[in-house]
């Protein structure tokens, strides 16, 4: 039972719902309407086509039946009055015997149906009943009769009322002019109950006159009945009174066979209309449920669920539509995912921007769109196909996800350049080749491969490996498209990895640039952090780098430092080899910070002392000598560094720390590494102070000239003298050049300071010359940066104009690196100076590596052999054979030479004997301020300087 009543409850429900679509309501009506309008109409038809029928039969009936009863009433009337006309004699006999006495017997005249027979005998005379009751008769007075002609008759009648009619035929003899038979009729006899019985049970029959007044029988209501009418004939002898006998049946008899059925219509209508709702209802569930699920599957597919389908049974064509939706959903559905994958692998390779990352995006998601048994990515090196490289994977096994570097023939390459869109391999004889051939192993699959070409470049492959019979178009267009995608992905990562190459690494030397170095740095502390060990920072400088590049120019200089990062890679590689692994894995990295800078880093170190040892191992590889170009180059370098966490806890401090640490291993003479100590950095710092308070000298005009005399050995003259400059510190007192010279060349600052020296060295030569004290030639140091100055020439040309100073009284004491630069802008500058006029001398000569025979090209009239030299010439041989040999070299060139340094007289013995001209040294006069120079010089002039 309650399974039952569940059944009706769905039942009822789903009709609920039915009701509630307006299309349900519309159809459900539709089919009412059709159905109750003809049914309403045929029953409205019939029923009054029946009633009429039924009226009309009616009709006829009563009319026949009216004919007979008044034919029935005329034949009696008609038999009554000929039975009165028949016994006229014998009643007008009667009559006359009874006018001569009243008792005589008429009583063998008898008429049938007369209640009672009478005779008016004419002449005023009163009735004479000759037979019967006379109570009837005597009602009738004889004007009331009608005038008769002889032999004939009439009907009368009396009646108040149809219970009271009284009918009477009333005969005149033909043989008496007076005399009028009456007889009085029984009504009976015209129609009594035996002939109501002969009716119909439910017909009536009335008599009526003209005025419808009725005689015999009761009157009825014409308008619930159906009545028949017949008239009473005329008869020639026989006056019968117009009177109609009306037969009348009740209109509820006569349409009663339609009223039963007029009674059950509206019961068998909503019969019907229950059968018609029912049956409606099955057929709009049977339409509208399709209709719906079709329609909530359209919301669905609205709503993005394209996986939806519809259950359609209804057998007909809504259950093929819901077929051909179903089939539409899954194609939507198929070209949705295969959208919405390719849209996941847009953002899966286009956000990844390494070629791994992207294979790996591949891999595990073209196999959603694209089926197959295998798939894999061949992606071609930078350099072209020698280095390409296949990320593949077997049958959507992760395990057999694999990198494998592979090669591309020229044959292969050809084929895939003339087969832009995809290349169907292993069918029709076309074999797989060998770079795909992981693909096709088993032979019984084929491979289908699509070149990926991105800006007219071939960047790959892309290659999947299916059952032939199980690929279709649409699989290769969907495949050909996400290849497409691919190629632009893998393009973005070339690009990216070439601007990765740009921003990270050095052009010159392909190793990590600054920025790289840095983070590679903090990875490396990073990780030194967890594994509790130490990581060592090495900052190595070329030393003298700048003379080299000075020396060979640039491009020599490039060589020389792509020399170095090589032989600091392999000296690495053998450092690393040394603790069992490769530089890569061990995390060694060789960094070039710029210029002749580089940097290694050293990780997971014991101890700091390993560092050292490793940067004296580096040391080593500057032991052989470069060759560049022609030529052969000894370079050194010096090492700071420093360890973390000993000296530092972030990259910024360990590499700052490392660079006080190398200033401290230039300071140390170069050629060596320095481990990092806490004193150095005030050393640092104090260098830091020291710039600062130089610019603010250079401002405030602290500096001031002191000037060393050159004395001609031979003659003891005062020949010249060298302009040097000294800081007037306000707290530290007078501070030598050494100690901030080489700052003013590394700042910059030179420039400007070196200008000021020239201009107060020329004014002071002018007063000078001015006070008589002429005749000697004023050198000027000009380091390498104020010579590279633009526009130092017109500035020297400017000081010499302004202060009047001759060129020719002016000599610049140039260092030897310079000289080495040929065909340069140094070159051109020392051109541009001598043509000024001025004495070029080449300083500190001996130091550099150049060769006397540079000098050849160059305008330089003078040499200045350097004081390191000289100091040891009475003591060292190899000091003595080298000044001898630049004396005799430079005096077979023509060229002045000074020695520097003069402080014995040995050394000036040595010298002169070696037929040196000039001198400078504290034996003839140590560098002095200007006031006591100008007394030298006036001394000098009263007597030869005397040593
Ligand atoms: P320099 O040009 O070779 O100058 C000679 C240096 O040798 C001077 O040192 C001088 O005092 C020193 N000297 C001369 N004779 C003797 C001697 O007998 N014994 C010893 N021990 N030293 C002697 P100073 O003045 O300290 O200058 C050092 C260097 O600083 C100069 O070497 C020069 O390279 C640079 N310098 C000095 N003044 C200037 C300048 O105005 N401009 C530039 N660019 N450099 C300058
Ligand atoms: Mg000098
Ligand atoms: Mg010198």
Redesign the pocket.
Known sequence: MPQHAAVLDNAVGSSRRLLRSRLGRRLLGLFIGCALVPTCTVALLSFKSVTKQLTRQSQERLTALAGAAGKTLVDRLSFFESDLRRQAPKLLACATARASSAHSDCGDVLLYAAEGVGAFPGSGAGLRLLSGEAAALRTLTPAMLPKLGPGQSTLVSLSSEPAALQLYVVHRPETTREVLLIAHLSTNYLWGPADAEGLPGNVALRLQDAQSLVLLGSPSDNSASLTAAWSLPRLPLFLIPSWQVVLSEPRADVIAPITGFARSFPAVLALALLAVVLLSLSQIRRSLVPLVELGKGTRRIAAGDFHTSVQVTSGDELEELGGAFNAMTGKLARQFHTLETAAEIDRAILSSMDTATIAEAVLDRVPEVCPCQGLSLTVLGPEGEAQARTWWERGRVRESRAMIMAQLSASDLVQTLQQPEWMILGEEGIPVPGYLAHLGENGKSSVVACPLHYGGELLGVLALCDAPGERSNETLLDFRRLADRVAVALSNARMMDQVRVLAFFDSLTRLPNRILYRQRLGQAIGHAATSRRRVAVCVLDLDQFARINDTLGHDLGDQLIQEVALRLQGSCRQEGAAVGSGTEALGIQVARLGGDEFAVILPELGEAEEALWAARRLLEAFQQPFRLGAQEVFATASIGIAVYPDDGNDPETLHKNADVALTHAKEEGRNTAELYSASMNGEALGRMRLEHELRKAVEHGEFT??Y?PIVELRSRLVTGA????RWEHPDRGLV???DF?ALCEESGL?VPL?EW?LRDACDQLKRWREAGLDGFKLS????AR?LRQRGIVRTIQDILDSTGVRPSALAF?LTESLLMEQGGTTERRIRELAELGVTLAI??FGTGYSSLSYLKNFPVSTL?ID?SFIVDVTTSPDAAAITTAIIALARAMELDVIA????TKGQAAFLRDRGCQKV????FG??APRALFTDFLLARQRRRVSA
């Open positions: 000239v002191w060393q060298e302009a040097l400059v030598g050049p050494l010279i030179i070196g020296i000027v140091n000009l380091s104020q004491e300083d500190d200045k004081r520097e340094g003069v402080e400078q040294g504290y034996l140590r560098p």
